[in-house]
């Protein structure tokens, strides 16, 4: 996988965007299912990778490459719009961090319906 994020070239990145639809400054998306073979995935899978640059005093890892941190995710989604699929993807795992975050708490012993 990083070998195929390497070779992605520069204008097959595009520009990311927020849940408001407004540019992500620094952070740029782009699709790798031409570039890995992903045999034992369903048919339809594929394999989106957004790049950007850490916040401000972030320690960058081993894995980071030229300034830029990288996550890729699967979805079966066909939404042609890249940007707009990476972004409803980061917001999915908002909520599900919310609500891992919120079962640590204790939250799952009160009592609601």
């Known amino acids: 996988m990083r070998e195929a994020i390497l070779a ?5 990145w ?10 992500r ?3 740029q998306v782009c699709e790798l299912s031409g570039a890995l073979a ?3 995935w369903p048919t339809g ?9 850490p916040h401000p005093g972030a ?5 980071d490459h030229d300034g830029h941190r990288f996550q890729c995710f699967i979805t079966d989604q066909e ?6 699929l990476e972004a409803r993807h980061r917001q999915h795992a908002r909520v ?13 012993n009160l009592p609601f319906r």
């Open 8 to 12: 992605a070239s520069e204008g097959a």
């Open 45 to 53: 899978t594929r394999l989106i990778c957004r790049r950007e640059r």
């Open 79 to 84: 939404d042609s719009d890249i940007a707009a």
């Open 59 to 63: 320690q960058l890892s081993f894995t």
């Open 96 to 108: 599900e961090d919310r609500i891992r975050c919120a079962r640590d708490t204790g939250l799952q």
């Open 25 to 27: 400054e620094g952070a």
């Open 38 to 40: 992903l045999p034992r």
């Open 14 to 23: 595009a520009q990311a965007v927020a849940q408001d639809g407004s540019e």
